[in-house]
């Protein structure tokens, strides 16, 4: 989810006259002062989850750096030792993994660069952990299976791919990006990077993945957003 909450529904503080003026304040700063100044702003305001319901966040020069935000007030942070993720739904098999199992899994590593639909994008990230393909086939799909749905731990964030599209070799519920354990703010400790997709694809806080007879649109395509998140080239 790479995409700040423009939904005035969702629960949280909203930003205030004062917030939106020092973030265009901010932003003009960054405009002058260049690269390293965009740099300490992202380094700023990564720890916190911001709630940014005028979307201006993305709009900011923070370099090639990631956007820490959520379509919720905040998330509850989950460790590695009490997380779990079920997949279930039009399957034979359904599962529950905790962190340990799904790092007994084989593993897949590459790099490459996220792409928020807003605009930005962070060059040669690295990615691990196990590619979906590998939990769909242990769960053995059945044939009314036509595509697959993610939900997050923050209560509200669900989203799809087709099966073709969720079987992708660069599709995996991730355990490692940055060479380091995926932190909360990224979407940990297990999120979803869906390669050659808009970030929105790539469902952070991952608690479920459920087979489905149908594509079922998530929550930024309930707000306008394209089922098919394909970067054009």
């Known amino acids: 989810m790479d995409s700040p909450d423009r939904d005035t529904r969702t629960t949280g503080t909203p930003v205030g006259r004062r917030v939106i003026l020092g973030l265009i304040g901010l932003g003009g700063l960054g405009i002058v002062a260049g690269p390293a100044a965009q740099d300490g702003l992202s380094k700023l305001l990564a720890p916190a989850q911001v709630r940014d319901p005028t979307g201006l966040l993305a709009l900011l020069p923070l ?5 820490f935000y959520s379509v919720v007030g905040s998330v509850r942070e989950k460790s590695a030792t ?27 590593a590459f790099t490459q660069t996220f792409h928020c639909v807003t605009g930005w994008t962070v060059p040669d990230v690295a990615w691990s ?34 099966m073709d599209k969720a079987r992708g070799d660069d599709v995996i519920v991730a355990l490692r990006m940055l060479d380091a354990p ?7 400790p297990v999120r979803m990077y869906v390669g ?27 707000r306008g957003y394209d089922l098919d998140g394909t970067i054009d080239d």
Do not use: C
């Open 63 to 67: 370099g090639n750096n990631f956007r």
């Open 82 to 108: 009490d997380y779990r993720l079920s997949v279930g739904g039009e399957v034979a098999t359904p599962a529950e993994y905790t962190m340990a199992q799904l790092a007994q899994l084989p593993q897949t």
């Open 129 to 162: 952990g196990v590619r979906l393909s590998t939990l769909l086939d242990r769960a053995d799909p059945k044939r009314t299976a036509t595509a697959v749905r993610f939900r997050s731990f923050d209560g509200t964030y669900t989203e799809s791919l087709p």
């Open 182 to 188: 995926v932190t909360h703010d990224h979407g940990g």
């Open 196 to 222: 050659g997709q808009y970030g929105y694809k790539s469902t952070k806080w991952l608690s479920g993945i459920e087979l489905t007879t149908q594509e079922i649109p998530g929550y930024w395509e309930r």
